[in-house]
């Protein structure tokens, strides 16, 4: 017996050895993997460093180059604009000094002819020397040559404070922070959605570039994200918010933002966002003469003065239709609405093909499927097959979610997001959300996007 309990303890013993030593070996091979990756990651830093420092160096003598050349240049025109004034300045001193020769010879001729004693001789002179001096004090131009005596060349500066200032803003560019999308402030349509996103280097953000693809299921983001063939590219974006059109309405798309500047570019996380479905209204001129649409066509209610002489009808059979049709017809997509019952205990809820007889109940027949109440009697109907169901006693607003591309029409509890039943059809037709109310009133609400409780997209047949 003791040697079955050493035995065993034995086995025992080399089994958790053997199994610690397996996870030693894996754990040291994990180490000997982030050692090899952390070396390549230094010799990934020592060869980017000595590349970006040798790009400084060539910038710096870039910039070198491009000052001694405006140097040169501006040095050049200093220069020549020191010559041109000196040369008209020296043209300006020889006119002043030959006037005043002239002048001097002037006054020395009169000074002699002053002094001649003989009247004779004084006269024949003195008339000549007075005309010349007469001549030449009432001419400016011929004693005073035109002169410039304010171009000293002290008008001009060289101002270089703004060049200085951006010499010393030269620094070491990086690529822009990943730009965060805020989906709280994002907006859609049908088919349109606005994104919006915020980025902690907004000023040194020259563009930002938008992306987005449908969104097919959680296990595909990964993927979606690394495959360039199927995202839509919206480049040169200036703003920190751009509009999508042309989506597919009650459809979830992924997008992602990338900031860009000269030193490349850093992409946020994927944002996950949906357009809404496609909003109708009721059409007035589809409705039974004993109902009553309402001006924003969205309710339809029961004209109880004109049902008072009516007789009850049989359970979903009845005399007459009493329906309305929205005013579209679908042919592809998801798409969701609800219907407010306002206390109605008598009204039908669906979807009919255009085909579909006009005077016949809906899901009466292969061309219509419903959701039926009839007093505390519910059941969905298709093609004259009843099918009972059981939802809360006060179901007071009804969902409906129709994928037409894979043919299911689903209705919910929408205050409770209880799934009532979903009808399966391979849908031939373009269909037109139908009602039909016999008490009281039912009230549209569209426009909506598919709740995410029911937007499991990745779930979708």
């Known amino acids: ?30 180490l000997e993997t982030l050692l090899a990756k952390l070396i390549q990651t230094c010799q990934h ?5 000595s590349r970006q420092e040798a790009k400084l160096t060539e910038e710096c003598d870039l910039l070198i180059e491009i000052i001694q050349q405006r140097r040169q240049i501006i040095g050049t025109k200093i220069k020549e604009g020191k010559v ?43 008339k000549n020397i007075t005309e010349r001096v007469s001549m030449a004090t009432a001419s400016s131009q011929v004693l005073i040559p035109e002169i410039n005596l304010n171009d000293t060349f002290d008008t001009f500066a060289l101002d270089f404070s703004r060049e200085k200032k951006l010499l010393e803003c030269l620094d070491y560019l990086t690529a822009p922070n990943p730009p965060a999308i805020r989906e709280e402030l994002c907006t859609a349509s049908y088919d349109t959605i606005t994104v919006h996103w915020t980025s902690e280097d907004e000023f040194s953000v020259v563009s930002y570039e938008l ?29 920190n918010h751009y509009t999508v059109h042309g989506l597919q309405s009650g459809t979830k798309y992924i997008f992602t933002v990338k900031a860009i500047n000269q030193a490349g570019s850093r992409s946020s996380e994927p944002g996950k966002l949906k357009t809404n479905s496609q909003p109708f209204r009721l059409d007035p001129k589809s409705a039974h003469r004993k109902l009553k649409v309402s001006h924003d066509n969205l309710t339809v209610e029961r004209d109880e003065s004109s049902s008072k002489k009516s007789h009850a009808p049989e359970r979903f059979a009845g005399q007459g239709s009493y329906g309305v049709a929205g005013n579209v017809f679908i042919d592809s997509g998801r798409h969701y609405w609800e219907v407010v019952t306002s206390g109605s205990t008598w009204y039908a809820i669906g979807l009919a093909y255009r085909s579909a007889p006009k005077h016949e109940w809906i899901g009466k027949n292969a061309a219509s499927w419903a959701l039926c109440r009839c007093h505390n009697h519910w059941a969905v109907r298709h093609d004259g097959k009843e099918t009972p169901i059981a939802p809360a006693p006060h179901l007071r607003r009804v969902g409906v979610l129709l994928d037409y591309d894979n043919g299911s029409i689903a209705f919910y509890d929408a205050l409770s997001s209880v799934h009532l039943h979903t009808f399966h059809a391979a849908l031939a037709q373009p269909v037109c959300p139908t009602f039909t109310v016999w008490n009281k009133c039912l009230t549209i609400v569209t426009g909506l996007p598919i709740p995410d409780h029911l937007d499991c997209t990745e779930q979708r047949p």
């Open 1 to 30: 017996m003791t040697l079955h309990k050493d035995a065993f303890s034995k086995l025992d013993t080399e089994q958790n050895l053997e199994s610690n030593l397996t996870n030693l070996i894996k754990r040291n091979t994990e």
């Open 45 to 49: 830093v020592e060869v980017n460093a």
């Open 84 to 126: 041109i004034r000196l040369r008209k300045l020296a043209q300006q001193i020889a006119n002043c000094k030959q006037c005043l020769e002239r002048s001097a010879s002037l006054i020395s001729q009169a000074e002699h002819s002053l002094k001649e004693n003989d009247h004779a001789r004084f006269l024949q002179t003195a």
């Open 211 to 239: 992306q987005y693809t449908i969104f097919t299921g959680q296990a595909n983001v990964v993927s979606l994200c690394n495959s360039a063939d199927s995202w839509m590219i919206v480049p040169n974006i200036k703003q």
